[in-house]
């Protein structure tokens, strides 16, 4: 498993995810998004009997960080040959 970087961009900055787009189209290993959640997956009241996951997916939150500065980095693991 290789590790690479994600740059996850905030909605509201679209200029910001175009020049960085451009900026690291060359890198393998660097990733670029927009920012695509419109609201926390888990909104419902609705008890749940049982939770299957093991765990939570997001290990970091990272929506102060977005409304601050318009980015964050995370670390992106990747799938494949070492």
């Known amino acids: 498993m290789n ?4 740059f996850i961009i905030a909605r509201r900055a679209q ?3 175009e020049a960085m787009k451009q ?5 393998a290993d660097i ?3 927009l920012d695509r959640r419109r609201r926390e997956r888990r ?4 008890p749940i009997a049982i939770d299957r ?3 939570e997916r997001r290990t970091v939150n990272i929506d102060a960080l977005l409304r601050q500065l318009g980015w964050v980095v995370v670390e992106q693991r990747v ?3 070492e």
């Open 43 to 46: 909104w419902q009241t609705i």
């Open 3 to 6: 590790k690479g970087h994600l």
């Open 15 to 17: 200029w910001m995810y």
């Open 23 to 27: 900026s690291f189209a060359g890198h």
């Open 79 to 81: 799938e494949g040959p």
């Open 31 to 33: 990733g670029v998004i």
């Open 53 to 55: 996951r093991a765990r």
